[in-house]
């Protein structure tokens, strides 16, 4: 560092109360956001304001003198700003973003490794004269190819503190820590600085000027051997040439795949296990006998108040008198529920509800983990490289693949992934054909239906797989295509990508960043799943049969089976009585609000070769696609645990009025076309409004999604039915 | 003087970046500009070039945009992923 000529004394009688506004500014691939991680850990939060699509992760900080709020922006280029991220990281710098104050300071993290390249983004935000600290990152990595950098001459030339700093082994950080207390505490010094836009030989060309200083200043502060980078690229002769590479990276992403669906496997057990006892240890503790009415009401509206201020919380949602409303009303109503439908409502709405969604949270986490991880070592823009003739031909950018790939456990992360594409046209038409392709939740469906099919051949079983598989991906990839030529026509943006030095990922920030995704998506997704989840119970649940006023003849044959079992005991007789309950379920949620809606629209499926009873599946995994195969199971009368085969075989036996069976070839068909093609799943969308930034979005997806299921199953069932397969 | 789309591996000169809108001003503000030395590393669609010290991937459509001026003594060493072009 150097004492650098003062110019100018700005006075930092602000409001002193509030935390100075550091932004962090760098290239991409700069190790900027671990450098971010290491000076605030866990401290950081993502930031959610409205509509601003674009994540920026927040901390305050303790430094010698006064407390700032750091904020990581997206790494840019350039001020061009040519994405959203791109245009927040400018507007923030400009002092143009309505939530953010116009920034303290600046902390530019540049690449030691790269300084020659960096210095052009260096040139651009040094000329918004902010007071800047300079942070030399992966200065041990330059050690390590033996670059040398004269970090005081730096200083000079560059008219601020530089600080050399090592993000991955912590060196130099209290220095900087320092450095970035003494700008901001101390007198703030503006300094002169030359514009090398104006001052270097110009051509009419800013870009080259740029570029000029960057190499003036190099040349005289940098010493480095003749050849660097051969390692990086000794593997990219591999893994960008055509052939070999499309080769390995589907052999990587299969191993991926293969990764994170044998490591979900045990938490998702867990997970799921572990909202069953939670269920059965708040079912035992539910009282079963009559509470006096004085007690139990304000208990209960004390919980459910509760429970929905930490829904609010949790979705950020503010105390307005409106949403207090809804609280009150909430509660109230909850409060006047009988006791049995309270612990309808606790067990199966909201435990069950939940924890559906939470047990794919798993997989969501893996899947971040993994994309973060191929993203630090430098091969996601190897990826997007060897892919992008492929993707160009269906009018997407090669940085599409991964996400389409993720698409494949789970539409979440994929459309998180999405923000790689830096066009916004090209970012929405991925997120919007995502959910096409085959997310893991679809696989109970599949597995269902290829039971139903053929569950003599595993060989034929497979085939459904695949065809299911493919259907999605075709499906996405025209979609992609129509929607680029139709409402959201234009030119895909063709290639240009750093192809970064590969380098080893940091497990801390890839470790961090599941955490900082996972809860963006709880945030958002969690309190509308809730919501949901609610409702959904309410509609399977009223309006309430009870036992006594069953339709006449299941009444008869509940009756009968329970004199049976009267005379009867051990195994038989618990079977005979869960057969009643099983028959009794069926005949109250087709009493239900829902059965009623399975009948209403009975005209509107019927094409597809659906009765009421799959309607009822369909209308209840409105919010969740997997939970169709038990609700079918309840409708015909199975009982929510059944596994497997007697499912099948139960389904296999059901009859239409007319004799014929219901889940015949052209209906199986049918349905499954159906599931590939329907969005059915409410956390996609609440993601996919985040991420767009509007509703509008969600509902096109939804739309079209049902629509496209619809005439596609019609098609099936119409031409099966047509050919003989009924 | 050719497009770079034309290149061989070996270096050259960029001389013109062709057009104002956002795809010159992706190119340039990655260092491919006017006065810049680029490096063909590996030549096809998408081609890999070497420019400031960077690995850069670009589309043929984007490369046909720019105009450079071969080195001397481009070709016969050219398939030799080589070493960085030093600015010193």
């Given at each position: 560092?150097?004492?650098?000529p003062?110019?100018?004394?700005?006075?930092?009688?602000?409001?002193?109360?509030?935390?100075?506004?550091?932004l962090?500014?760098?290239?991409?691939?700069?190790?900027?956001?671990?450098l971010?991680?290491r000076?605030t850990?866990?401290?950081?939060?993502?930031?959610?304001?409205?509509?601003?699509?674009?994540?920026?992760?927040?901390?305050?900080?303790?430094?010698?003198?006064?407390?700032?709020?750091?904020?990581?922006?997206?790494?840019?280029y350039?001020?061009?700003?040519?994405?959203?991220?791109?245009?927040?990281?400018?507007?923030?710098?400009?002092?143009?973003?309505?939530?953010?104050?116009?920034?303290?300071?600046?902390?530019?993290?540049?690449?030691?490794?790269?300084?020659?390249?960096?210095?052009?983004?260096?040139?651009?935000?040094?000329?918004?004269?902010?007071?800047?600290?300079?942070?030399?990152?992966?200065?041990?990595?330059?050690?390590?190819?033996?670059?040398?950098?004269?970090?005081d001459?730096?200083?000079?030339?560059?008219?601020c503190?530089?600080?050399?700093?090592?993000?991955?082994?912590?060196?130099?950080?209290?220095?900087?820590?320092?450095?970035?207390?003494?700008?901001?505490?101390?007198?703030?010094?503006?300094?002169?600085?030359?514009?090398?836009?104006?001052?270097v030989?110009?051509?009419?060309?800013?870009?080259?000027?740029?570029?000029?200083?960057?190499?003036r200043?190099t040349?005289?502060?940098?010493?480095?051997?003749?050849?660097?980078?051969?390692?990086?690229?000794?593997?990219?002769?591999?893994?960008?040439?055509?052939?070999?590479?499309?080769?390995?990276?589907?052999?990587?992403?299969?191993?991926?795949?293969?990764?994170?669906?044998s490591?979900?496997?045990?938490?998702?057990?867990?997970?799921?296990?572990?909202?069953?006892?939670?269920?059965?240890?708040?079912?035992?503790?539910?009282?079963?006998?009559?509470?006096?009415?004085?007690?139990?009401?304000?208990?209960?509206?004390?919980?459910?108040?509760?429970?929905?201020?930490?829904?609010?919380?949790?979705?950020?949602?503010?105390?307005?008198?409106?949403?207090?409303?809804?609280?009150?009303?909430?509660?109230?109503?909850?409060?006047?529920?009988?006791?049995g439908?309270?612990?309808?409502?606790?067990?199966?709405?909201?435990?069950g509800?939940?924890?559906?969604?939470?047990?794919?949270?798993?997989?969501?986490?893996?899947?971040?983990?993994?994309?973060?991880?191929?993203?630090?070592?430098?091969?996601?823009?190897?990826?997007?490289f060897?892919?992008?003739?492929?993707?160009?031909?269906?009018?997407?950018?090669?940085?599409?693949?991964?996400?389409?790939?993720?698409?494949?456990?789970?539409?979440?992360?994929?459309?998180?992934?999405?923000?790689?594409?830096?066009?916004?046209?090209?970012?929405?038409?991925?997120?919007?054909?995502?959910?096409?392709?085959?997310?893991?939740?679809?696989?109970?469906?599949?597995?269902?239906v290829?039971?139903?099919?053929?569950?003599?051949?595993?060989?034929?079983?497979?085939?459904?797989?695949?065809?299911?598989?493919?259907?999605?991906?075709?499906?996405?990839?025209l979609?992609?295509?129509?929607?680029?030529?139709?409402i959201l026509?234009?030119?895909?943006?063709?290639l240009?990508?750093?192809?970064?030095?590969?380098?080893?990922p940091?497990?801390?920030?890839?470790l961090?960043?599941?955490?900082?995704?996972?809860?963006?998506?709880?945030?958002?997704?969690?309190?509308?799943?809730?919501?949901?989840?609610?409702?959904?119970?309410?509609?399977?649940?009223?309006?309430?049969?009870?036992?006594?006023?069953?339709?006449?003849?299941?009444?008869a044959?509940?009756a009968?089976l329970?004199?049976?079992?009267?005379?009867l005991?051990g195994?038989e007789?618990?079977?005979?009585?869960?057969e009643?309950?099983?028959?009794?379920?069926q005949?109250?949620?087709?009493?239900s609000?829902?059965?009623?809606?399975?009948?209403f629209?009975?005209?509107?499926?019927?094409?597809?070769?659906?009765?009421?009873?799959?309607?009822?599946?369909?209308?209840?995994?409105?919010?969740?696609?997997?939970?169709?195969?038990?609700?079918?199971?309840?409708?015909?009368?199975?009982?929510?645990?059944?596994?497997?085969?007697?499912?099948?075989?139960?389904?296999?036996?059901?009859?239409?009025p007319?004799?014929?069976?219901?889940?015949?070839?052209a209906?199986?068909?049918?349905?499954l076309?159906?599931?590939?093609?329907?969005?059915?799943c409410?956390?996609?969308?609440?993601?996919?409004?985040?991420?767009?930034?509007?509703?509008?979005?969600?509902?096109?997806?939804?739309?079209?999604?049902?629509?496209?299921?619809?005439?596609?199953?019609?098609?099936?069932?119409?031409?099966?039915?047509?050919?003989?397969?009924a | 003087?050719?497009?770079?789309?034309?290149?061989?591996?070996?270096?050259?000169?960029?001389r013109?970046?062709?057009?104002?809108?956002?795809?010159?001003?992706?190119?340039?503000?990655?260092?491919?500009?006017v006065?810049?030395t680029?490096?063909?590393?590996?030549?096809?669609?998408?081609?890999?070039?070497?420019?400031?010290?960077a690995?850069?991937?670009?589309?043929?459509q984007?490369?046909?945009?720019?105009?450079?001026?071969?080195?001397?003594?481009?070709?016969?060493?050219?398939?030799?992923?080589?070493?960085?072009?030093?600015?010193q």
């Amino acid at each position: 560092m150097t004492a650098s000529p003062v110019l100018n004394v700005i006075d930092s009688a602000g409001p002193a109360r509030e935390a100075a506004l550091v932004l962090v500014v760098g290239n991409p691939n700069t190790g900027k956001t671990s450098l971010f991680n290491r000076l605030t850990g866990m401290r950081a939060k993502t930031a959610n304001y409205p509509g601003i699509t674009v994540d920026l992760r927040r901390a305050r900080l303790h430094l010698p003198g006064r407390d700032i709020e750091l904020v990581d922006l997206p790494g840019l280029y350039s001020l061009d700003a040519l994405s959203p991220e791109e245009q927040v990281a400018k507007s923030a710098l400009l002092g143009e973003l309505d939530r953010l104050p116009t920034p303290a300071a600046v902390l530019l993290v540049l690449d030691a490794t790269q300084l020659e390249r960096n210095l052009f983004l260096a040139s651009e935000v040094l000329e918004l004269q902010h007071p800047t600290v300079v942070a030399l990152n992966l200065i041990d990595a330059a050690d390590d190819v033996h670059i040398k950098i004269e970090v005081d001459r730096l200083a000079t030339e560059l008219g601020c503190a530089v600080v050399p700093v090592s993000a991955r082994t912590g060196r130099g950080l209290d220095d900087l820590r320092q450095t970035l207390g003494r700008t901001i505490s101390r007198e703030l010094p503006v300094l002169q600085r030359e514009h090398p836009s104006c001052t270097v030989g110009c051509h009419g060309c800013t870009y080259s000027a740029r570029y000029e200083w960057a190499e003036r200043i190099t040349d005289g502060t940098v010493q480095k051997p003749e050849s660097t980078g051969q390692h990086s690229a000794f593997i990219d002769r591999v893994l960008t040439n055509p052939l070999l590479g499309v080769g390995a990276f589907l052999g990587l992403m299969l191993g991926v795949f293969y990764l994170i669906f044998s490591l979900a496997d045990v938490p998702m057990t867990l997970i799921d296990e572990g909202f069953g006892r939670i269920a059965s240890a708040v079912d035992a503790l539910i009282p079963t006998q009559p509470v006096n009415r004085w007690l139990w009401t304000p208990v209960v509206a004390a919980l459910t108040f509760a429970v929905t201020g930490l829904g609010y919380r949790i979705a950020g949602i503010r105390w307005t008198s409106g949403w207090l409303a809804f609280a009150a009303v909430t509660s109230g109503l909850v409060a006047v529920l009988p006791a049995g439908d309270f612990r309808s409502l606790v067990v199966n709405g909201v435990i069950g509800g939940v924890g559906g969604v939470l047990v794919f949270l798993p997989q969501i986490c893996l899947l971040f983990f993994f994309i973060c991880l191929l993203e630090d070592s430098g091969y996601m823009a190897r990826a997007a490289f060897v892919m992008e003739r492929l993707m160009r031909k269906v009018g997407l950018p090669g940085k599409a693949f991964v996400p389409m790939l993720s698409a494949h456990a789970c539409a979440i992360p994929g459309i998180m992934a999405a923000r790689v594409i830096e066009d916004w046209r090209d970012r929405l038409v991925t997120i919007l054909v995502l959910p096409l392709l085959t997310c893991s939740a679809r696989l109970p469906v599949y597995a269902m239906v290829a039971a139903l099919l053929f569950s003599d051949s595993p060989a034929k079983a497979a085939l459904v797989f695949v065809g299911a598989y493919l259907l999605g991906i075709v499906a996405a990839l025209l979609t992609a295509f129509v929607l680029k030529k139709s409402i959201l026509r234009g030119e895909t943006v063709p290639l240009v990508i750093e192809l970064p030095p590969y380098r080893r990922p940091s497990l801390r920030n890839a470790l961090l960043t599941v955490y900082d995704r996972s809860s963006v998506f709880v945030q958002n997704a969690g309190s509308i799943i809730l919501l949901i989840s609610v409702v959904l119970w309410a509609l399977a649940t009223y309006p309430k049969l009870s036992e006594d006023h069953l339709p006449a003849e299941q009444a008869a044959e509940v009756a009968a089976l329970r004199v049976t079992a009267e005379t009867l005991s051990g195994e038989e007789a618990d079977g005979l009585y869960q057969e009643a309950d099983q028959l009794v379920a069926q005949a109250v949620l087709a009493h239900s609000f829902a059965g009623r809606l399975g009948r209403f629209v009975e005209p509107v499926f019927r094409p597809l070769g659906f009765d009421w009873r799959i309607n009822v599946g369909v209308i209840s995994s409105f919010a969740a696609r997997e939970v169709v195969v038990s609700t079918l199971a309840i409708m015909y009368g199975m009982g929510e645990d059944t596994e497997g085969s007697p499912l099948v075989e139960t389904l296999r036996r059901q009859q239409r009025p007319d004799g014929s069976r219901v889940f015949n070839t052209a209906t199986c068909l049918s349905l499954l076309t159906f599931y590939v093609l329907a969005m059915q799943c409410l956390p996609t969308q609440a993601v996919t409004k985040r991420e767009t930034g509007s509703w509008k979005w969600a509902f096109l997806q939804l739309g079209y999604m049902t629509l496209l299921a619809y005439a596609a199953a019609l098609i099936v069932y119409q031409t099966t039915t047509a050919l003989g397969y009924a | 003087m050719i497009a770079l789309s034309q290149m061989t591996p070996g270096n050259a000169v960029c001389r013109h970046v062709d057009g104002a809108g956002s795809h010159a001003t992706r190119l340039k503000r990655l260092g491919i500009c006017v006065g810049r030395t680029l490096e063909v590393v590996q030549a096809g669609d998408p081609m890999i070039l070497r420019v400031v010290g960077a690995r850069i991937g670009l589309s043929k459509q984007l490369a046909s945009l720019v105009t450079v001026e071969p080195s001397a003594n481009t070709g016969s060493d050219a398939l030799a992923d080589g070493p960085a072009t030093s600015m010193q």
